[in-house]
């Protein structure tokens, strides 16, 4: 019987190397990718030697065609995959026009193309082993990101997509789940130029939890078969609310808030 195996996008930092060192404390061997090649060997090394665990690193961005595929291959060539993570993904900041089209190409081809083409390669695998399908979406798929005009409505893709093939395979034996973080402390905000320490609250509405907590419940909620988890009594009524409101409360209130840009403009 081959050893299981977990594929992490984005595994450099925050959820996705939580989801990194989870996996790896269940025994699963690694193949990890991502940009920051330093970051992502660290990563492997430490885990390597806490775990006893074999770890592969592929590095490359998910927007260049080329790195794409090149992942995508090695996915389909694998000889076994127990669970695929979808992680890697990003924010930018602005309104349709203020942002010049390639950025636009890159952001839609790391949420959607990305996230797509990866589940469809893994989906052979993952049927066979009865596997996991993580697919991390956002509290802000249920919301216009007027000022990250790309973010929200990307990310509604993501848990929408995933909702679907979890839906359409359920039968067949695939736990699929649409990953839903609020505010996470990761490095997500600090590399768009946020300072972490004033942005993160730490009680209230808007409190901000950390990676681990948001991985560890969505195993929890994998193991009762639901399709969206979402961390925190805060996002959990925040989401209850924006699916249950009138969608013209909703309209009103952001035509007269910010709050929806991620970077260092948001008050």
Known sequence: MSPRLAVITGATSGIGAAYADAFARQGYHLLLTGRREQELTRLAERLKKECDIEVTVQTGDLSYRNDLQA??????????LDALVNNAGYAEDGRLGEIEWEKHRALLDVHVT?????SHAGIPHLLQSKGILIN???VASWLPTTQSVLYGPTKAYVRSFTE???LAYRQDGLK???LCPG????DFHSRMGIDPDTFYKDKGFTRAWTAQQVVSQSFKD?????LVSVQGWNYK???FLMRHLPTSWMHAALARSSSTRFTENNP
């Not at 990305?114 to 990866?118: D, H, I, M, P």
């Not at 505010?183 to 990761?186: A, G, H, S, V, Y």
């Not at 994998?222 to 639901?226: A, I, T, V």
């Open 183 to 186: 505010f996470t402390i990761t």
């Open 237 to 239: 009524l925040l989401v």
């Open 71 to 80: 992942l995508v291959d090695t996915i389909s060539q694998l000889p076994n």
């Open 176 to 178: 699929a789940l649409a």
């Open 164 to 166: 679907s093939v979890g």
């Open 222 to 226: 994998l193991e009762k078969g639901r």
């Open 136 to 138: 991390v979406a956002s």
């Open 114 to 118: 990305a996230t797509t083409q990866l």
